[in-house]
């Protein structure tokens, strides 16, 4: 590619060498220009139409030309016609041009080669805000922008703005093109658009924003590549539009597309961040693909590597594949998404009802914190190799027929429903794997296959590794919601369009009830998300629950929709698929809009102004609970939700208090060493008591604190001498009396 440029660069230089001297001229219509000139046009504002369309400048059967616009500025009046028409020439050179505007494109270039366009602004030509787009139309149906190519070759574009029109750049059969540093963000069609093009090189170019706000997503595209082959794009910014990436063969060609995407920002797509249909042997290598409709959506593709992208935070699913077939996936982080992988074999498109879905590598991949890690339908031959699955609701779902599929060393943690989950007829070989696990019983029951139900078939997980092997505890926590846990939003396939639909979980260290910090959840999408704790580090907790009868804690939301929460639903439950699942009614999320309410579910359901009934799914007993999820819908509306002060507890007082208690503390790090940060809220300002006594009620510490009210206060406790063990830490105040364990190591 840098020879091919070279070379045409160095006959450019060696044609201009033989142009006449300069020649000055005002902007006119009709000019035509002769070959071996340097035009220099009189700086000012033309206000002139086009009405021939045939271009107010003319090269016809031409070369050796210099077209210079530096401070001037042309309105084409109508938005057609062309303010530069080229046809049959060669060595071209169009650049410094302040402004083209109001004409179909700007400039339209035919049959040509050698063509130089750099430093000008062709910006608000033809627009359209609605409608949707043919993206198999040729050049007759161009739709107006910046500049046009019709079989025009050795082309280079840079630093130039084409923006708030149709296209930037629209290419149709044209081969060896260099588009580089240009801005066409905000485009109503496409920034790129490339039909029929070739080895091109497409890089650092702004497209963000390139949509139809009124028909959305359009087919619009940040660049468009309908049977285009072996072309390089790179570190461009394709962010905000219809599709970042959008490209098709269809049957319009055998040929393989062999097309490289490298280091692209496609994220924030209100349809898919990349699109390729009917596509071929092309690589998407380190792009970023988050926050849209879909991450990758390559339906009928085949032969792609999809490697080191990051797929986060998507509406729908991460990678997305319908009747493709011999498709690599790998390396890739793939979080956040409803799907992380999704390969299916849907209702079939002539003439690839033959084209079936089958042979995949998935390999080297980290899929966590999805609400499904990879569900593969009707797939044949798919191999998962050495994938991270981590911390997903669920983990590997296979449906339909799935017969040769092999799973071997990845890496299984803290799945909440199922590491593997075999809804086939037919076994899976899944050997060498490694699971997060403390025996043999604890893995199998993170597998469905026949053994939970004769008509599946059978999971063959034998050998395997166990890694490095979990802390098992169960040590309930004082508050579930401080960092050392770990929190995940599950978030459900959303309909719809609608891009900017991230769901994200942070530590609030400023808007929080108890302890240093609170879980706040932001999401854009709305449906069906859940708020799963985990605890910290390598660890699995196994509670008995069975002497507790209450889950508490403080629940904040924020939901401007005017329409309020449709759906609140808390699950407790184990790592064998098994969970209480607990219906409330949404105005507990409801009453909690803009301010902190205290919430109290009893484990026994009902009992509450909000009557949670409690549904039993799968195999689960209150002597084995691992994690406590949160759900919350707002049928498509964004909201935010905070949580605080999650523990469960025996001491179920007025379970339908809704309104702050007077007094909350806690002790971190809990177990304490030398010292613990004590930190305490208060509805009332004064003085408060911590004291901590021994098992048998001996008091062996007492200090009088002063409270700040609706404040978080704090002082150190350091140990004054007191033996490891097991202790109670009290926290008085003129109203109310909280207890706390405290572990002193």
């Known amino acids: ?65 210099i077209l210079d616009g530096a401070n001037v500025a042309v309105d084409g009046a109508n938005y057609s016609g062309y303010m530069i028409k080229i046809n049959n020439s060669k060595n071209i050179t169009i650049r410094n041009f302040e402004s083209a505007s109001r004409f179909k494109y700007a400039v339209y270039i035919t049959n040509s080669d050698s063509i130089q366009i750099y430093n000008c602004d062709f910006s608000f030509n033809k627009v359209d ?8 139309s040729d050049y007759q149906s161009a739709l107006g ?22 296209d930037g750049v629209a290419l149709y059969h044209c081969n060896h093109i260099s588009i580089w540093e240009n801005d066409f963000d905000w485009n109503t069609s496409y920034g790129i658009r490339m039909y029929f093009t070739n ?61 490289i995407f490298l280091y692209n920002e496609c994220s924030y797509s209100p349809h898919n961040a990349i699109e390729a249909t009917f596509a071929d042997g092309n690589i998407y290598r380190c792009n970023a693909c988050n926050y849209s409709h879909y991450g990758l959506w390559l339906g009928y593709s085949f032969n792609s590597l999809v490697d080191s992208n990051e797929i986060i935070g998507n509406q729908s699913s991460g990678i997305a594949i319908d009747r493709g077939f011999s498709n ?22 002539p003439p690839y009802q033959n084209q079936f879905s089958h042979d995949y590598l998935v390999k080297g991949n980290l899929l966590e914190g999805n609400r499904l890690a990879i569900k593969s339908n009707n797939t044949e031959h798919l191999v998962l190799d050495s994938n991270a699955v981590i911390y997903n609701n669920d983990g590997i779902q296979l449906n339909g027929s799935s017969p040769q599929d092999t799973f071997y060393f990845n890496y299984f943690k803290n799945n909440a429903l199922y590491h593997i989950e075999n809804l086939s007829p037919d076994d899976i070989y899944a050997p060498y794997n490694s699971f997060f696990s403390p025996d043999e019983d604890f893995i199998a029951c993170n597998i469905y ?153 009893p484990l026994a359901g009902g009992g509450s102004p909000y009557n949670y009934v409690r549904t039993e799914i799968g195999e689960v007993s209150f002597d084995d609970i691992s994690y406590v999820s949160i759900h919350a819908d707002t049928w498509d509306f964004g909201f935010e939700i905070w949580l605080d002060g999650m523990h469960f507890s025996s001491f179920s007082t007025g379970l339908d208090e809704l309104n702050g208690q007077n007094l909350s503390f806690n002790c971190l790090p809990n177990p304490m060493g030398e010292s613990a940060i004590i930190t305490w809220r208060t509805d009332q300002q004064g003085p408060v008591n911590f004291e901590l006594f021994d098992l048998t009620g001996k008091q062996l510490y007492w200090k009088e604190l002063n409270s700040i009210s609706e404040t978080t206060n704090q002082f150190v406790f350091c140990n004054p001498g007191i033996s490891p063990g097991l202790y109670l830490a009290s926290m008085k105040s003129a109203h109310q009396v909280q207890i706390r364990k405290l572990i002193i190591r």
């Open 129 to 136: 805000s609605a409608g949707w787009i043919d993206v198999w």
């Open 145 to 166: 922008g910046g500049v046009m190519m019709y079989l025009t070759d050795y082309v280079d574009i840079h630093n130039n703005t084409m923006k708030m029109q149709n």
């Open 449 to 601: 296959d026949f053994a939970d139900n004769p008509a599946k078939g059978e999971v063959i997980w034998h050998p395997f590794f166990y890694g490095e092997p979990p802390v098992v505890t169960d040590e309930q926590l004082e508050d579930m919601t401080e960092p050392t846990a770990e929190w995940y939003a599950y978030p459900e396939v959303c309909g719809g369009y609608g891009g900017s639909m991230a769901t994200t979980v942070s530590w609030d260290s400023t808007d929080m009830k108890e302890g240093v910090a609170s879980v706040h959840c932001v999401t854009g999408n709305g449906w069906d998300i859940g708020l799963q704790y985990w605890p910290g580090s390598d660890t699995i907790v196994h509670w008995q629950l069975s002497g507790q009868d209450t889950l508490i804690f403080w629940l904040k939301t924020v939901n401007t929709t005017g329409y309020g929460f449709q759906f609140h639903q808390i699950r407790v439950g184990n790592l064998c698929g098994g969970y209480y699942k607990y219906s409330g009614s949404p105005n507990v999320l409801n009453a909690a809009n803009g301010t902190w309410k205290k919430i109290k579910v």
């Open 1 to 65: 590619m840098k020879k091919v440029y070279f070379i045409f660069v160095l006959i450019a230089l060696i044609g201009q060498s033989a142009l006449h001297a300069q020649t000055y001229m005002n902007m006119g219509d009709n000019i035509d220009i002769p070959g071996y000139s340097w035009i220099i046009f009189n700086p000012g504002t033309y206000t002139i139409p086009d009405p021939g369309n045939d271009g107010l400048i003319r090269i016809n059967n031409q070369q050796n030309i």
């Open 199 to 259: 080895s091109c090189h497409i890089h650092h170019n702004l497209a963000s924003h390139v949509n139809r706000p009124f028909t959305n997503p359009s087919d619009c595209a940040a660049i468009l590549m309908i049977v285009s082959n072996e072309n390089l794009v790179e570190h461009n910014d394709f962010s905000y539009s219809g599709d970042g990436i959008f490209l098709g063969q269809y049957e319009y060609s055998s040929t393989p597309n062999n097309n």
């Open 328 to 349: 690599i996936i790998s390396q890739n982080m793939i979080s956040d998404n409803p799907i992380g992988i999704e390969l299916w074999e849907g209702s079939a498109i």
